[in-house]
């Protein structure tokens, strides 16, 4: 009866009946979770994978599109409140890497937090923490040069994306660290090109290897890639559905509900 960290007070009746209400999905590489404009009943908690945060800005898409997040773990994408069955999105939620998303009901997260404050405090308390981050990272990022930026963000994937042998996943592009960082695709490459034919970066078939002493993030020293990997919580999942709670009305992306 698995969902994440954040339920595990949560007595096990109304666990179950959260479990059982939510849907679990898997979304390819590049695909849209979530499409800014459309509504959406349910928040977005990441199972296994990556997805970013998409924010779409007006004149040409290939210049204007900016990733501002991105969402890992056991970590939520949340709309702009609870206070409301649906929402509309403002952002698009797309996946950076093969994931699984558990598509919670908000009307049945809202249920838990009446019941369970301590699970209200501690979403507030990681809305809190995104935000920090995503301050820290604009303000030194404005004073950054472009190899101090893309070192930082690289840092940042290595983290977030961990694959073995202390490397980032290999299929997070240059495109998306462009758009994560601020920067050209054209900038990125000849950035990452550079610091490869110095010896700062490596990349093969394992992925973009990242020495431990590289750079450091508010997401705080680097770690070996085994480390993150076996920190990271096991997704277990076995859904099944239950009246408790309402299952979520419709996919927002336009895929139909698969049965788990």
Known sequence: MYLNPLFTNVSQAERV??????????????????????????????????????????????????????????????GPSLSEDTYQAKHTLVAALPAAVHLIPVVALRKICSSYPEVAIRLLELAIER????????????????EDVVGRVLHQLTVLAPSSMGAFDKR????????????????????????????????????VHVPANFASTDFGNLLPAEENLARAEPSRVEPIFFESFPAPASDPSGRKPEDD
């Open 17 to 78: 009946a959260l479990v059982q209400s939510s849907q679990l999905r898997s979304y390819r590489r590049n695909e849209v979770v979530l499409a800014a404009g459309s509504s959406s009943d349910c928040v977005y908690c990441v199972a296994s994978g990556l997805l970013r945060v998409v924010e779409h800005g007006k004149g040409r898409a290939h210049a204007t599109n900016v990733t501002t997040d991105f969402i890992r773990q056991n970590e939520f994408f949340i």
């Open 131 to 146: 935000m920090a981050v995503m301050r820290n990272q604009l303000r030194r990022m404005s004073a950054l040069s472009t």
């Open 172 to 207: 997070i592009s240059q495109s998306v660290i462009a758009s994560y960082s601020g920067l050209s695709r054209e900038v990125v490459n000849k950035t990452m090109r550079d610091m490869e034919q110095r010896g700062l970066v490596r990349r093969d078939d394992q992925g």
